[in-house]
């Protein structure tokens, strides 16, 4: 993606949004995280009066050839099952999308199955799900590329629309294991501690996941400063799409909703090949996921909903947006103390003046 560059947020009205934030009908900082998010996104619109438009939710599906090592509960044809149950509306990101004003868009990244035709279907299938990583790479360099850039031209048609809220969810059998290695070998830290139930296994099944996970790492013997690399070999199209979308939607600095552990690992590759896409990402929930906590740690994020939740599907990204909203409206439309006649604290009055 040498195509793409992400510059840093321009810090120029940094101290007139701060003395907006400050002048409200409130004591300093009363606001807590709200205030943090309403500069955030006053600086990645580069404006004091920030507006949202269009928000929409990408819901990328793909299956993994490492799932037929038993590294999940559930076999790979759920994947497929689950699409189609977006597509009928039936999932929880259809309710919460509903609920918040989403749109959604289902993308076929690579499912191990032929849909047919379908309005809310987006065909981008590269292939019918991903070799299998214990192997052989998962994907070649050539599908990568293609994931890559098929990811950046959805975001790209989504801001085009004029979409500026662009919040990241997924589908795919195995997609944990893939974020775990990605984790593990991008921030340097052994398996054991980037490995968690998924969907659900039980002890003997998590014991085996994380040595199956490690003798995948062991045997591709990776640098860790290579992310492309990394990302061909442990990804899945699914979460290539992603990164490439991610990437996109940053440069055409958009809002970006970080949903849960396989979000984040996209992130994670993106912020290796483009570190300054952190300034644009809301990190919307820590996921119940035993390593999603590291993870955020590790990238420096601070998560706005903490609510035990390790669903995926961009669920997180949907149920945090309403803060998102909070805090872009009250710098909008919270009087400030000129306005409503309300006398400054001391404190107040003093920031104003220096």
Known sequence: MTNI????LNKTLEPTLIHKIN??????????????????????????TPQLHKPTILVFAGDHGIANNGVSPFPQAVTAQMVLNFLGGGAAINVFARQNGFALRVIDAGVNHVFKPHADLIDAKIAMGTANFLHEPALIKAQCEQALTHGASLARQEIAAGCNVLGFGEMGIGNT???SCLMSVLCGLPIELCVGRGTGLDDSGLINKTNILQQAIVHHALD????????????????AMMVGAMLAA???????????????????????LQPNILDYCVFAHCSNENAHRAMLNYLGAKPLL??????????????????????????NEMASFDSAGVSKSVEISEKANA
Not at 36 to 46: K, R, S, W, Y
Not at 224 to 239: K, N, R
């Open 224 to 239: 860790g400063q290579d992310a492309m690399q990394v990302l061909a070999t442990f990804g899945g199209f699914e979460i």
């Open 177 to 179: 294991s893939s974020a």
């Open 250 to 272: 940053a440069e055409h600095k958009a809002v970006l909703l970080i949903d849960g552990f396989i979000a984040t690992s996209a992130l994670l590759v993106a912020a290796k």
């Open 306 to 331: 903490d609510l035990d939740m390790r669903l995926g599907e961009g669920t997180g990204a949907a149920l945090a947006y309403p803060l998102v909203q909070a805090a872009v409206n009250f710098l």
């Open 5 to 8: 560059q992400i510059y840093a």
């Open 23 to 48: 002048q409200k009908t409130k004591p300093l900082g009363a606001l807590g995280r709200l205030e943090a998010l309403a500069l955030q996104v006053g600086l990645i619109q580069n404006t004091l």
